[in-house]
């Protein structure tokens, strides 16, 4: 079995029982490691993966996926998928040992694969997982120390299996208390995949077959960019606020059990202590404020990105084909997101339009990451607009984005077709990565 | 960080981290251990938990609960509740070290924290875990052996985050393939946790708030012991075949995400070559039919068992107060779960009348624990026979449960309280450990 052991300088030594490939030659990447690792303690890819066994060759694991597993569960980059066979902090490794910067899983919150988080997973799974009708130590105190972190009224858990669990737990508790069915949801919102959360998901009725149950409400989405009321008008927030209030007014005239199991208490408390020892909520803060203020930067050279908003790592970059009319680049933000995988960067593209580029990181993503991340994003943008004739020099303040110079029918001619193809599936619209609108945009770009 | 490894023999070391205590008295328990490593190779109990330390005292650790966790999470033997701190194969032990036989927790199928499994999730967790939209092996090798398993047609796998998940997914299939709502449900079923699920398990809208839907149709539960059709109908399954027909003649004339992650494919995958490599499907074949036998002979000798029924090592043994009428006797078999607790044996009632001792052990269960149950189970059985004056002796035959001489009066008198005051709360019905109706017999009985 291969442990995980430290040194005195916590330094990761690898598990035995793989196989240790010689260094490879010195890559970009290793630069931005070493940045990484400042006051983290922490190498990631210390070892190398090229020579790590895989059970199947890429092409098959792609087969078998086509035979075995349900065609709704989707996989990232659907024209031309990754397989990842390792991963650290954050950065994930392809099966030939290429190295990715990942933005998109906030799920690996601490970063992947964290020996610490491991290390107590590994301990209580060789003493003890079982469901939570027995007494145990780690959900109680794993709940308390949640509840220590929110405001003292909420101080009762209820661990489930799922974010989708929990919203369905969520609705219970709701209608059981108040004694009503009716839900109020934002427009375009994902809730879960529960048949109760699908009910109260917009972007599901709205665009499939479902249709939208009478006890179930859409308010607008409070998007001062492109949405309803905008940063233009008076008081948006009171306008957005005052569409809920009237929905209210029109409605009124008319149990988990394996969850909370020792093991996942004992992962949750050692990524409380993880957050807490290496300061990642002030790392998120402080590295989200440098990646938006790079990004600001970017949206004054290039006139494809229409706003960037967003708190801490979690960050969005709103591409828009106009920036007077704020039409979204959904098709850009597909040729994008597969251009930044080429460059080693994870991304999606989300939102109704799913033409915001959604960055949201492990929490110990560092400002190397971010310069990385902006400097391909920057050479990605550039021979966008080079390409499309778009190209533009500061020509937008930040504070005035409709200010552009962008040269609107060369553009809009070269992605017509694609846009319109974008707009064939709507089941596919979550999430943005598994159009194939982006091989036709290649094609055309040749990039 | 503590590993797990092993010598030539297979023999378990004891993790470096925790404290190993010198090794107590021998034990009842331990001739028992020995005779469940047969072919097994992996010694239980190896090293003494009563030094481990633990977080909180026991009621401190109940103090806790009562405060952070949602009261609808039920413990088990609510008025007396246990706290386990380590279990290995079949064995639970509590915070003093003491040992119990788990009759229960099917879900640690091939026995708790076995080290092969444990080590598939360490070995994963270092390298990688991650949703499955990334191409990786352990989901398609997963769901290739999972389906090798099953009749041809079953090839395509969808992996959810708990079984109330899978069965929500099932119901969206059948809904959107059949493109009807109506669902046909047994009477007292339950099938999952979730609003969905709670709306077709009549064990909940039946005995609760909830009203039944209109989609929703109750069929008989096919109990031939004390269903509709019993087994002196002529031919009770055309009869229950009938009445969910009839239902169907009525009735028409009127996606997920983050399971199937590479260390839940890994356990997976580990879970499946434990049950090859130690042959426990056969194990529950051969033991489950030896405590089969051994409850047989206990219902010949003890006029509170009604019937035994069950497949493999999930056993059902139906106790009821008169054989003929064959009235579910649910105080007894509160009162007996808590003083098979005592005996250091963790069994459940079931059913709805909680009547029914549920056997599920983990697959890994021994001849010699079936022998151990079963003997604490005719003790407790003796005693509380005696005590109410019902003490039989072979005067039914293993086929003929209608000949009781039991002493109805007196028995019936002593549990009226406690049946009474079992009906009081509709919501504790399920896994019936959560009445307080045994304290009540226990201070008649004074066993």
Redesign the interface.
Known sequence: ??????DAQGKRTP?R??TRGKPGPPRQSQAREGGAQTGQGRPPGAWHPATMC???S?QD??A??G????P?????FASD???????QRQY?FDENGEQYLDCI?N??HVG??H?EV??A???Q?????????????N???Y??RL?ATLPEKL?????T??G??AN??A??LAQQFTGHQDVITLDHAYHG????L?EISPYKFLKGKDVKKEFVHVAPTPDTYRGKYREDHEDPARAYADEVKKIIEDAQSS??????NPVSCAVGLAVLDVIENEDLQENATRVGNFLTELLKKQKAKHTLIGDIRGIGLFIGIDLVKDHQKRTPATAEAQHIIYKMKEKRVLLSADGPHRNVLKIKPPMCFTEEDAKFMVHQLDGILTVLEEATGTKTESVTSENTPCETKMLKEAHVELLRDSTTNSKENPSRKRNG?YTDTHSLLSKRLKT
Request: hydrophobic share 40%.
């Open positions: 079995m291969p442990p995980v052991t430290s598990p029982g793989i895989e059970l199947y890429k694991t792609l078998l996926r035979k075995h597993i349900g709704s569960c989707k996989v990232f998928p990754i397989k990842i066979v390792r991963a994930m899983n799920v690996a992947h694969c020996p491991v290390k997973a590994l301990k799974m060789e003493l003890l997982n079982t469901n939570s009708r027995f007494l145990h130590d959900i109680v105190e709940a308390k509840s101080s009762v858990c209820y661990f299996n799922s989708s669990e369905d737990l609705l219970r995949h529960l048949s109760s699908i149990g988990r059990m394996y969850a909370g990565m």
